[in-house]
């Protein structure tokens, strides 16, 4: 029985860190792409010689994914709101760039769409501050935190 539940073990940490290679090559990746996509919009608005609102929202769309996989490296976890402000802001850009040809109805809906969000972000957040994870519960310091 102990023989097993040793090579379980060392099984099992294999494919987790060949698990994590993966996942951190994917990240990379991610990275690299969202890099060369925003060197572009930039060259793009540099030879238009003109930056647009929707330009800014892009760049701005560019840094949310950026600082997401910012914040993986940094904690080993991603934090279910980052994605959520990314949807907030690709749904303004959309609703900013296609304003002339929506209908009222679409409008609507794009807007109820962020207010949802906005609504999802803001339980989240009351969640982790009021009930943290037994994780986040002690700082080294013993004082109360909440993980970001």
């Known amino acids: 029985m102990d023989i ?16 994590d290679a993966v996942e951190y090559a994917g990240l990379l990746v991610i990275a690299f792409a969202t890099t ?5 919009e930039a060259m793009v608005m540099v030879e238009a010689k ?9 760049m701005f769309l560019y840094l949310e994914v ?6 993986y490296f940094k904690s080993g976890q991603l934090p279910v709101r980052f994605p959520m402000y990314i ?6 850009r959309y609703l900013i760039l296609d ?17 949802l969000l906005t609504v999802g972000v803001l339980v989240i957040r009351y969640g982790h501050v009021r009930y943290p994870y037994r994780e986040d519960a002690e700082a080294p310091t013993g004082k109360a935190y909440v993980r970001e």
């Open 4 to 19: 097993r539940s040793h090579t379980f073990d060392r099984l099992r940490k294999f494919f987790s860190s060949g698990l």
């Open 99 to 115: 304003l002339k040809e929506m209908t009222e109805w679409r409008m609507l809906a794009v807007a109820a769409a962020i207010f």
């Open 87 to 92: 949807a907030m802001v690709a749904l303004a």
């Open 36 to 40: 060369i996509a925003m060197y572009q």
């Open 50 to 58: 003109r930056v647009a609102l929707a330009d800014l929202l892009l």
């Open 66 to 71: 950026l600082a997401m996989i910012g914040q």
